[in-house]
């Protein structure tokens, strides 16, 4: 069964940090290029950061959006078929669901989390992120 399961998520407060993981089941990872998605209340899709395939077919590249760049790292564990958001000084503003997505890598990291595409590839169910003093 091909699914991708995000953990991580949780309450903290102003400045702190969380790791996010995201897993992947019934296909491997680094053939794919992944990003990470999130979506606030009453808001769309953002794509916060993006990361190419690992399969040696692409440049491996990643890209952040301006609003998380500085402060979260995309990396992979291909070994773990996963992949984790490390988030550092969180604010109240990061504050939504969290997913992670994973297609084919037709298109580049930027492309991808601009176009934040639900009909296409690969979604997990989401990881609650709140960040509230």
């Known amino acids: 069964q091909v699914q991708l399961v995000e953990s991580g998520g949780g309450l903290v407060q102003p400045g702190e940090s969380l790791r996010l993981s995201c897993v992947a089941s019934g296909f491997s990872l680094k053939h794919y290029a992944i990003g990470w998605f999130r979506q606030a209340p009453g808001k769309d899709d953002e794509g916060i950061s993006c990361?190419?395939?690992?399969?040696?077919?692409?440049?491996?590249?990643?890209y952040y959006s301006a609003t998380v760049e500085g402060r979260f790292t995309i990396s992979r564990d291909d070994a773990k078929n996963t992949v984790f958001l490390q988030m550092t000084d969180l604010q109240p503003e990061d504050t939504a669901v969290y997913y992670c997505?994973?297609?084919?890598?037709?298109?580049?990291?930027?492309?991808?989390?601009?176009?934040?595409?639900?009909?296409?590839?690969?979604w997990g169910q989401g990881t609650q992120v709140t960040v509230s003093s």
């Open positions: 997505a994973a297609v084919p890598p037709s298109l580049t990291p930027q492309r991808f989390c601009n176009m934040a595409p639900r009909h296409l590839g690969h």
């Open positions: 990361i190419n395939s690992s399969d040696g077919t692409t440049d491996g590249s990643s």
